[in-house]
């Protein structure tokens, strides 16, 4: 399904089951996504929608579809509540807890305008949200064309995210848990600004490698692989040597600013949002760790250093 991002597709994926479709993912909400689903689905309803996690590419046409086929959604709880919560978000507060979010992390006055102007956004990809779901967890079992499902939970990506295994296909459709050429984003945003979601996204890596090697992995972006084990251990690599360079740093500075040793490219506003995300996972990170701290300046901006 065609994305209007960088990142311009997301694979959707049908799994028969009897004489219906169960639907993983969605695309967001836009003209041309909801015109593809309409031919999709003319000669074969769907039974169930299941959505690996929040974000609008995977949950944004989520309401729209439950509400034309009748069906429930399928979701963990974290990822269906962080979604509603983006989704009906319009105060005062919110826009300016974005914004103190990002000059605490050392935006400066034009890059915080950027942030001013994208609040909001999700909305704007995502149709109202069900207000109800049916609950999945780690571990849960789906029945779907004769075959057993189990959900696998991941974490730091996403709060909750739920990728699904079926041991009898030796089939994991991974979401963006695991992705064949590039790496998930791994963000400290503004609703969680202490949290370690790069600790949780480690260790998600690792408890992926307890299913088989040849497994077949069906990404939410890129191509079907196998080397699910070799994969993560890519990812695991991938992020020590972005800590190791972190390390490097010897003076205290904030996030903004470490943002340029691990991005060295130049970047538009948009993106130094991801990128300072990204930073500031990992110095989260190493603060978790005891390797870092963090201390505030006058203004309360956070500066990162060694302990």
């Not at 996403?158 to 041991?167: D, F, G, I, N, T």
């Amino acid at each position: 399904m065609a994305l209007p991002f960088a990142l311009d597709h997301i694979n959707l994926w049908l799994l028969a089951d009897g004489d219906a479709w169960v639907a993983v993912d969605t695309g967001v909400d836009d003209d041309g996504t909801r015109a593809a689903w309409t031919a999709v689905l003319a000669e074969r309803r769907l039974s169930r929608l299941i959505c690996t996690h929040f974000h609008p590419d995977h949950m944004g046409l989520a309401g729209w579809l439950c509400r034309n086929q009748g069906v429930d959604l399928t979701a963990t709880l974290g990822e269906w509540t962080f979604g509603r919560m983006l989704s009906l978000e319009t105060g005062d507060d919110y826009a300016a807890n974005q914004v103190e979010h990002y000059r605490r992390a050392g935006f400066d006055p034009e890059l915080l305008e950027g942030v001013r102007t994208r609040v909001g956004s999700y909305r704007g990809r995502v149709s109202p949200l069900p207000t109800s779901i049916s609950t999945i967890k780690h571990g849960s079992r789906l029945a779907i064309g004769g075959r057993t499902w189990r959900v696998v939970v991941g974490r730091g990506h996403a709060p909750e995210h739920a990728s699904l295994w079926c041991e009898e296909l030796g089939v994991l459709i991974s979401g963006d848990q695991i992705l064949p050429r590039i790496s998930p984003i791994v963000g400290v945003w503004p609703q969680q600004p202490d949290d370690d979601p790069l600790g949780d996204f480690l260790a998600s890596l690792e408890n992926l490698k307890v299913l088989p090697a040849d497994t077949l992995v069906l990404p939410s972006h890129g191509l079907p692989f196998k080397g699910l084990h070799t994969r993560a251990d890519e990812l695991l690599d991938h992020h020590a040597q972005r800590l190791d360079r972190l390390r490097t740093v010897e003076n205290a500075a904030t996030a903004t600013e470490l943002s340029r040793v691990l991005f060295r490219r130049e970047l538009d506003a948009q993106q130094m949002g991801f990128a300072v995300g990204e930073t500031l996972s990992h110095a989260n990170h190493l603060v978790a760790r005891g390797e870092w701290r963090r201390e505030s300046r006058e203004d309360g901006v956070w500066l990162f250093g060694k302990a």
